[in-house]
Structures are given as structure tokens and as C-alpha cells.
Antibody, heavy 119, light 108 residues
Framework: EVQLLESGGGLEQPGGSLRLSCVVS????????VSWVRQAPGKGLEWVSSLSGSGSSKYADSVKGRFTISRDISKKTLYLQMSSLRAEDTAVYYCVREDQFLESLYNYWGQGTQVTVSS | EIVLTQSPATLSLSPGERATLSCRAS???????LAWYQQKPGQSPRLLIYDASHRAAGIPDRFSGSGSGTDFTLTISRLEPEDFAVYFC?????????FGGGTKVEIK
């Protein structure tokens, strides 16, 4: 069974840093694209970053240069290092697995972790 | 970037009624790469429909999707109590996939 479990969210001041983790089960990070998608309070969904099975990364313009996506395959864990945080980064962050054949189609979602950026 | 506009923002219906949700794209969605997701309060989104009309695994057949080009529809034939939720459409034809603003289906 495919599962994704996020952790690491919390309250951080503007300009601060947080590292989100996503532990996966039921598949290998080497074989699928896994992404972070966020949802600001009362708002829609926004793609943040992706890491392919081969290790190539992509970022939304809104986070490029501030966020870094990485993984530890042996620990079955995906990370999102978030720095220079802004109030507009406040959101629930979901770890999602893409379809094997259709880019950006999100078959599986974690339960999400809340990130709040406020002084 | 493809902008998706969902309407109505809120749909107030009774259990057993038919729900029709609309998703309009700012440009044609190639190969009908359009998905629908359901999100209940406090939960993560769940994939319902992909490729505009294909139900994801385990999705009841009261959910159906249709459309092509710029106009897409999600229909729930008879609302069950567990169907009252927010529904998002998403295009994945052009990277990165973008989402509509959502339609809330609430109990009348």
C-alpha cells in the first residue's frame, strides 16, 4: 500500500528556516516523481517542487532559490528545506506521488503538515 | 500557464440530488489532461477523475467527468452524505499542473 507521511511543520518567523520530511512506503523514490504541493488557508492548491526518480529537481518561481528538495533513498524519505521564509509561505504542505506515466497527475497524497510563518 | 476557473463557487444541494460542477480553462487542455479531486474538511485531496472522464481506482460510478478543449464538467449523479466536500479541477497538460479555485458542495 502506498503511503506518504509528512512531518516537520511548525511556526517560524519570517526569514527563518524549516525542514519538512516525507517518509514513503509501498514504492521506491528511485522509481517515481514525488512532489510538494501546498495549500494556503482557505485557498487553492499550488505546486511547489518536484524530484524525479533520477534525481532531477524542479521548483516553482515563488520558491526558487529559497527552497531545496532532496531525498535519502535508503531512508525512503523526501525532504524540503525551506529558508528565507515569508508570510506567504504559510500553508499546509502535502507530499504527493505523481502518476508513473502522466506528469503532474497526483495519485497519492500525504495528510499534510502545517507551516506558519509569522512574527 | 493555464488558468482554470471553477463555477459555481458554492453549490447548495440536498442528498439524492444531482450535482454539476464546471471547470473552464484559459486555453485548450491538450489530450484532455484534466483531473478532478475531492477534499473533505481536515483531509488531503483525493483523485477522483483523470483524463477528463476516467474514474480513479475505487471511485464510485456516481462520479463522472466529461468535456474537452476548454470546458469540463464533473457530475455527481445522486449526492450521498459523504460527497459534501470541495472539488478541485487540475490540468496536467502543461507543466506545472495548475488547479482551479474549487467548488464547495454543501448541504442545502
Amino acid at each position: 500500500e502506498v503511503q506518504l507521511l509528512e512531518s516537520g511543520g511548525g511556526l517560524e518567523q519570517p526569514g527563518g528556516s524549516l525542514r519538512l520530511s516525507c517518509v514513503v512506503s509501498g514504492f521506491s523514490l528511485s522509481n517515481y516523481v514525488v512532489s510538494w504541493v501546498r495549500q494556503a488557508p482557505g485557498k487553492g492548491l499550488e505546486w511547489v517542487s518536484s524530484l524525479s526518480g533520477s534525481g532531477s529537481s524542479k521548483y516553482a518561481d515563488s520558491v526558487k532559490g529559497r527552497f531545496t528538495i532532496s531525498r535519502d533513498i535508503s531512508k525512503k524519505t523526501l525532504y524540503l528545506q525551506m529558508s528565507s521564509l515569508r508570510a506567504e509561505d504559510t500553508a499546509v504542505y502535502y507530499c504527493v506521488r505523481e502518476d508513473q506515466f502522466l506528469e503532474s497527475l497526483y495519485n497519492y497524497w500525504g495528510q499534510g503538515t502545517q507551516v506558519t510563518v509569522s512574527s | 500557464e493555464i488558468v482554470l476557473t471553477q463555477s459555481p463557487a458554492t453549490l447548495s444541494l440536498s442528498p439524492g440530488e444531482r450535482a454539476t460542477l464546471s471547470c473552464r480553462a484559459s486555453q485548450s487542455v491538450r489530450s484532455t489532461y484534466l483531473a478532478w479531486y475531492q477534499q473533505k474538511p481536515g483531509q488531503s485531496p483525493r483523485l477522483l477523475i483523470y483524463d477528463a472522464s476516467h474514474r480513479a481506482a475505487g471511485i464510485p460510478d456516481r462520479f463522472s467527468g466529461s468535456g474537452s478543449g476548454t470546458d469540463f464538467t464533473l457530475t455527481i449523479s445522486r449526492l450521498e452524505p459523504e460527497d459534501f466536500a470541495v472539488y478541485f479541477c487540475q490540468q496536467y497538460a502543461i507543466f506545472p499542473g495548475t488547479f482551479g479555485g474549487g467548488t464547495k458542495v454543501e448541504i442545502k
